[in-house]
T-cell receptor, first 109, second 114 residues
Framework: GIQVEQSPPDLILQEGANSTLRCNFSDSVNNLQWFHQNPWGQLINLFYIPSGTKQNGRLSATTVATERYSLLYISSSQTTDSGVYFCAVSKTSYDKVIFGPGTSLSVIP | NAGVTQTPKFQVLKTGQSMTLQCAQDMNHNSMYWYRQDPGMGLRLIYYSASEGTTDKGEVPNGYNVSRLNKREFSLRLESAAPSQTSVYFC?????????????FGPGTRLTVL
């Protein structure tokens, strides 16, 4: 099955800093999502982005499907950005979704 | 529009007890899923239902059963709970089509088996 890697595993930022989170996957996919799991455990949809670039406020994401990676950009980070960021992929929409191990982000004031 | 709801939010069981986790969605999605999340790990698929009337095993189905009661509801049953089933359980739904399987998650059920 598809292997999903995320880097870095842990990240500590000062409030206001920018960051880039990376998701690598071992096979072609046509489904890719980014989630934020907040400190209360809730999984929040950030982007559905099997290819291309999307932006939502301070967050943006880019997936280069041909090179098998996706990037999540967080600009001007805030303490409320803290939590774990997961990438989840599937080869086709009919295949099971595989989650990466996550990047744990702590934003300190 | 509540999205995906789960009950209960918390549960403590003794080894050997049984329980059912309930999930409902109001987005008219065709597919529903049960995942478990263990400390420091991503989510692993237990069972899924691609459409009303069908269910299939995921990555870690042993010790669980599911029922797709109708299009809205998908329940997960532990017949004889074991400490290894201590975890956080998430239900999700999607309108799975040929090119899209964007999933939406419920708030989770935190289960402890003593």
């Amino acid at each position: 099955g598809i292997q999903v890697e995320q880097s870095p595993p842990d990240l500590i930022l000062q409030e206001g800093a920018n960051s880039t989170l990376r998701c690598n996957f071992s096979d072609s996919v046509n489904n890719l999502q980014w989630f934020h799991q907040n400190p209360w455990g809730q999984l929040i949809n950030l982007f559905y982005i099997p290819s291309g670039t999307k932006q939502n406020g301070r967050l943006s994401a880019t997936t280069v499907a041909t090179e098998r990676y996706s990037l999540l950009y967080i600009s001007s980070s805030q303490t409320t950005d803290s939590g774990v960021y997961f990438c989840a992929v599937s080869k086709t929409s009919y295949d099971k979704v595989i989650f990466g191990p996550g990047t744990s982000l702590s934003v300190i004031p | 529009n509540a999205g995906v709801t789960q009950t209960p939010k918390f549960q403590v069981l003794k080894t050997g007890q049984s329980m059912t986790l309930q999930c409902a969605q109001d987005m008219n999605h065709n597919s529903m899923y049960w995942y478990r999340q263990d400390p420091g790990m991503g989510l692993r698929l237990i069972y899924y239902s691609a459409s009303e009337g069908t269910t299939d095993k995921g990555e870690v189905p042993n010790g669980y059963n599911v029922s797709r009661l109708n299009k809205r509801e998908f329940s997960l049953r532990l017949e004889s709970a074991a400490p290894s089933q201590t975890s956080v359980y998430f239900c999700a739904s999607s309108e799975r089509g040929r090119y899209n399987n964007e999933q939406f998650f419920g708030p989770g059920t935190r289960l402890t088996v003593l």
